[in-house]
């Protein structure tokens, strides 16, 4: 096989990979909480801390709110798909309506340090893990 | 009009297409399209998308709309737990001669592309001399 060539592709085929083989992972499966409700939520791990990416395009900012608690997160908002008055619709394909979803995570986070930040219509929260929940390695004596 | 329960929308992955030479899948991107007095406007979600990462461009009477993934904010995550894939948005539409094709605006603003295509002026009746 000629690794030269497959070499800077990589990292998305990787990618994209992981993403698909996660699709059933069972991560929240003794949670309350699992994947259905919108929207729909990729979590990665970044060094020690999590990062959640939400896909939420054409959302009213002021309309999002985002709570946190030990392990959970609520993401709200309304998606709104407005139409001036007077046209006539040939196709509608994307969906509005409200949204209010609950994720829980197996780890516990910093409340204070969670950030959220929306943008090209991502929502990324950055979720740092509480000092607690961090590993800490055991010197052998 | 009371609130609808959302429902999570399975991303369509566009087939039929040939094989690009990278292994990233290409997603067709929701569409709404409304007619107005003047215009057609098409609106398609792309979430995550930024501008110079989209591309409009008319050929041959079809309207192509195309983005690349950014690859970079994706480094050094590891996915612990998806619910979506991501990948390059790709639609195209067949434009009638209604449209005028020199006129076509483009706006990006939250994932949401919105392009508004002008409709042609009804081309004008033109009175012959006779000589």
Redesign the interface.
């Known amino acids: 096989m000629i690794t030269a060539f497959v070499e800077p592709?990589e990292?998305?085929?990787n990618?994209?990979r992981?993403?698909?083989?996660?699709?059933a992972?069972d991560?929240?499966q003794d949670q309350t909480t699992s994947?259905?409700?919108?929207?729909?939520?990729?979590?990665?791990?970044?060094g020690s801390d999590?990062?959640a990416i939400i896909?939420?395009?054409?959302?009213d900012k002021s309309s999002l709110q985002v709570e946190a608690k030990e392990n959970t997160i609520r993401i709200a908002g309304?998606?709104a798909?407005a139409?001036?008055d007077?046209?006539?619709?040939?196709?509608?394909?994307?969906?509005?309506?409200?949204?209010d979803r609950t994720i829980s995570l197996p780890v516990d986070l910093k409340p204070d340090g969670i950030k959220a930040e929306?943008r090209?219509?991502?929502l990324a929260l950055y979720l740092p893990r509480s000092e607690r929940d961090k590993p800490r390695t055991i010197t052998i004596s | 009009m009371s609130p609808q329960e959302l429902q999570v929308q399975k991303k369509r992955e566009q087939d039929g297409k040939e094989e690009g030479t990278i292994p990233v899948r290409t997603f067709l991107p929701p569409a709404d399209i409304y007619e107005d007095r003047d215009s057609l406007k098409v609106l398609l979600e792309m979430p995550g998308v930024e501008k110079g990462n989209v591309n409009v461009h008319v050929e041959d009477g079809v309207l192509f709309v195309e983005s690349r993934l950014d690859l970079a904010k994706y480094r050094g995550l590891q996915p612990l737990y998806t619910e979506y894939n991501i990948g390059n948005y790709s639609r195209s539409f067949r434009l009638s001669n209604a449209i005028d094709q020199d006129k076509i605006a483009a706006e990006l603003k939250d994932g949401v592309l919105s392009l508004t295509l002008q409709k042609a002026e009804k081309a004008k009746p033109r009175t012959i001399q006779i000589s």
């Open positions: 592709f990292a998305l085929f990618l994209q992981a993403l698909e083989a996660r699709l992972s991560w929240l994947q259905g409700p919108f929207p729909p939520i990729n979590v990665f791990q970044q999590l990062l896909e939420l395009p054409g959302i309304k998606k798909v139409y001036p007077g046209v006539s619709v040939h196709r509608r394909e994307r969906v509005a309506g409200e949204f929306y090209d219509g991502i």
